[in-house]
């Protein structure tokens, strides 16, 4: 593929379906004393608005690929284009802004701020990311993200305040208050009961069909990946079975098991609902 375009402006390639490209990416890591090989020549796809699990084995490499992906960790070699830019060729300041204007993150241990209210936390990255926004549409833009997972009643609770799921839930909404194409979430539900992990999971597919977001999760849950529209797998710094689930070429819904060895969703099936009242916050890159 080639990279010889803009950083800041897609390529041609950016509306044949795929928002997330990978080709070739290698990550080392040089401790000084061990030489990790942490990502060794990952090729994959993701599509706009698909909802992706990416598995595999502990130390696989499957945070590595997420931070190299949405541009949080720098890579060695290879090409990642996020909706048809080159994360290369931006300079760090540039990839900043784009993530702060493009992309939401869901953590497993929330990382909010627990002298700040929920909502405080949630328009947190409004204030930060440089964008020309006054306090006010700030709040109403957190106000409405809390709304959006059902916590429009804890707006004002601390951290502290809210159960494991709550603060899950508050994280999600930081992450959707600037309407992000992309979400990346590392592990959201493995620091939370199976009922509590399943309502999230609920949430997060609702907000996937809903507003057309794309979806990437690191998990070890396989109830994220028997719930999400494809598997990747990733072992030794490898993506197992990545070449025929590119776009265009997906696995077929008659097959009953996926390589990986997790079943694939029956999307014929009706998802769950989620019994909370769900506004449209869309980023204009979803809708393509």
Known sequence: MSSNHNGNKPSPEANAGAIIRAR????????????????????????RGEFV???GPSGSGKTTLLNTLSGLDEIDEGIIEIDGRDLARMSDRERTRYRAANMGFVFQFYNLLPVLTAVENVEMPLLLSGERINARDARRRALQALEA??????ADQLPGELSGGQRQRVTIARALVNNPAIVWAD?????????TAQEILDLMRQLN?????TFVIVTHDPDIGAQSDRIITIR???CEDCE??????????????????YPVPDTRSPQPK????IPTLQHPAARR
Do not use: C, F, W
């Open 24 to 47: 070739g990416v290698q990550k080392t890591y040089n401790t000084g004393k061990v030489i990790v090989k942490a990502l060794r020549g990952i090729d994959l796809e993701v599509r």
């Open 53 to 55: 699990a990416v598995m």
């Open 149 to 154: 997972v059902g916590l429009a009643d804890q």
């Open 187 to 195: 592990e959201p539900t493995g620091d939370l009961d199976s009922r």
């Open 209 to 213: 069909r809903d507003n057309g977001q």
């Open 236 to 238: 030794d710094g490898l």
């Open 244 to 261: 025929k689930q590119e776009t265009g070429n997906q696995v077929s819904e008659d097959q009953e098991e996926h390589a990986s060895g």
């Open 274 to 277: 989620v019994q909370y009242p």
